[in-house]
């Protein structure tokens, strides 16, 4: 097994360019299970098959559990590069956090401007053994570098397509 490398800080270096410069890109696919409903009965899949998951309908929600859900795999996501985005820049700033964790508490609710549904993200950080100054200010300059933080600060570019069969 290769052993694991933390990413260069060159990904700490700003950008100059005219349009959005994608460093990464995958595809996850969901499609229904047993009752056809991604939610209830659905498995996730990646399109490199290193994510593959069933998904389930939360107990909470009616369904019958023993799965991930949605907003699992977000919190999943957000904590995972918000403690990466951290690490970064306590290395380029030389502060050692080791036990640092990051929990991302995810909600999904009704939303009561227009009675749908709408999620909820907060975000705990723990840095055992730094200075609560030091502390704050390595996560507000981590809200601004993680790109999931500004995402559920400023929104997201979202392009949605259907597709019939036919266009396969």
Known sequence: MTKLRPPPLS?????HGDSFQPLYTTTVRVTGGEVEHARASGVARSDDGNLHVDLRLPAELGGGGGGTNPEQLFAAGY???FHGALSLLATRADIPIPG???AVTVAFGRDPDDGLFMVTADVTIDLPGVELEIAEELVRNTER??????MARQGIVSVVVARTNSQH
């Open 11 to 15: 990904l700490l270096e700003r950008y």
């Open 79 to 81: 904590a995972a590069c």
């Open 100 to 102: 640092a964790s990051v």
């Open 145 to 150: 570098l993680c790109p999931y933080a500004k």
